[in-house]
């Protein structure tokens, strides 16, 4: 009997082999001498979490089919049995998460000792450090002067705006509570073990700080489940308005099985991932309504993001590209005073922390911009070799369910001349910025917040039956695990 696949999958298919043949071979995942994705020393990981993991990818593939048969008895959005499949998507997504999360090889566990110290770890984020920091100096001194301590300022941290330091020290107040303290899963052993690792991988220290306290420590546990929890909760969030605006359940599937959103879950990049993905949202439901309410609250989303980093501004630039684009082509006429009201929130914290503490945004971002500059190693790097192994780097990340969809949605776009999409304005943006050559490496993990944003309307004008997205879920989940097992993506030292 003759199989027909739909053109994404065929090209899932194609992508998922490849992958798995340069894994087999032992081809680099990067550019050698330069930056690669090292391979795994140790992948002693337990059968039971690898088998776990198995079992709720085929269960999301089973949930697929049997979505995919009702999607036959014409159940539409709004009935109890399609409700109650979002609810078994969702409920999968979450359990594969946490999955992929605590899925490390023997030689990175206990896993709450990995966690704390992806957090609390100099090397992997000196943004614990910066929070501890400032929690000594004060909020006010500490934005006045901030422009003149981030040449200073240790790696990661000198190329940031104050917004993630702020943040970490607010998790890191809730989370020295004496009633979150207590609940830490970590033994006395546990804490020792944290503290050698931690003295063994520290910098020289400067002569006003000290090393972190075990309540350092265990906020720094509670951070990292921060951090999950956002990046769960934005998970959810463009899986669901996926699946509503498409009609099709199974799209959760899909976004629950995104690689690069299993490798970093405890990691900063789940708090960008949250923000990006919420503005989004907002900026989506502002498209549709013109309601001053979705117009403010993507202005104030945004102006969070941004505040957290200023490589933000470049997913919210294909937002606001595609707004605009939308508006020039009068799909959307959006209310000036409204488009007005969400620039200027946007950098109103900005404009705040300038009026009330001195903060000098330009300043501070003219010595994050040299930084930068000289941490990326881009100007250590080839130019020409990287401009495509940075898309084959994004592709990894992107998943190869997804890659089928937005490569099939781009040439029905091409081809038909159909309206404005996000797809095509994130493209473009991230295409200049390939070309532009700031960013050499490490792109799957960097570019994560663009995937919401490039698949949010990939599938306009794709028809995939049961088969089709079963396939593409098990691909693209079996590819993200075999690719956690070999290869390195996540450590704190």
Request: net charge positive.
């Amino acid at each position: 009997m003759r199989v027909t696949l739909a053109t994404p999958t065929w090209i899932a298919l194609a992508w998922a082999g490849l992958l798995i043949a340069l894994l087999g071979m032992g081809v680099p995942f990067g550019v050698p001498n330069e930056w690669v994705w090292e391979f795994r020393s140790d992948t002693r990981f337990d059968p039971l979490w690898v088998l776990t993991a198995l079992a709720l990818l085929l269960g999301l593939v089973g949930l697929v089919w049997w979505s995919g048969q009702l999607s036959n008895e014409n159940e539409n959005k709004h009935s109890p049995k399609w409700r109650y499949i979002v609810v078994g998507f969702l409920l999968l997504t979450v359990l594969l998460r946490l999955n992929f999360a605590v899925l490390l090889p023997k030689g990175y566990r206990p896993v709450p000792v990995f966690w704390t110290l992806v957090i609390a770890s100099p090397v992997a984020t000196s943004f614990y450090d910066e929070a501890r920091n400032l929690s000594h100096q004060g909020v006010a001194d500490y934005l006045r002067h901030y422009h003149e301590r981030l040449p200073q300022k240790p790696f990661h941290a000198a190329t940031h705006p104050p917004g993630l330091p702020l943040l970490f020290a607010l998790f890191r107040w809730i989370a020295r509570h004496p009633a979150l303290q207590v609940m830490v899963p970590m033994s006395e052993q546990d804490l020792v073990l944290v503290r050698e690792v931690y003295l063994r991988i520290a910098p020289p220290l400067a002569s006003d700080n000290v090393y972190p306290t075990d309540a350092d420590f265990k906020a720094a546990w509670w951070i990292a489940v921060f951090c999950w929890i956002l990046g769960t909760l934005a998970t959810l969030l463009w899986g669901w308005l996926f699946a509503r605006e498409s009609g099709q359940a199974a799209f959760i599937a899909l976004a629950a099985t995104v690689p690069a959103l299993l490798w970093w879950q405890t990691t900063v990049d789940s708090v960008h991932f949250f923000f990006v993905t919420v503005t989004l949202a907002a900026a989506w439901l502002w498209h549709r309504t013109r309601n001053w309410g979705w117009a403010l609250g993507t202005g104030m989303l945004a102006g969070m993001a941004l505040w957290l980093a200023f490589k933000n501004a470049v997913p919210l630039a294909c937002v606001a590209l595609w707004l605009l684009w939308a508006h020039g082509r009068k799909q959307t006429q959006l209310p000036i005073p409204q488009v007005v009201a969400a620039a200027l929130l946007t950098v109103a914290p900005y404009l705040l922390a300038w009026a009330l503490f001195g903060f000098q945004p330009l300043e501070t971002f003219k010595a994050a911009n040299t930084a930068h500059h000289a941490q990326a190693g881009a100007h250590a790097r080839s130019y020409l070799p990287w401009v495509f192994v940075n898309l084959a780097d994004f592709a990894m990340a992107l998943g190869s369910g997804w890659l089928g969809l937005c490569v099939v949605a781009l040439g029905r776009w091409w081809r038909e001349g159909r309206p404005a999409t996000l797809m095509v304005a994130t493209l473009l943006v991230l295409l200049a910025l390939n070309l532009s050559g700031v960013v050499r490496g490490e792109v799957a993990r960097l570019w994560l917040p663009f995937i919401p944003l490039l698949t949010w309307q990939a599938w306009q004008g794709v028809s995939l039956n049961r088969r089709d997205f079963a396939l593409m879920v098990l691909l693209q989940g079996g590819l993200a695990l075999a690719l956690q097992i070999n290869l390195d993506f996540l450590r704190p030292f």
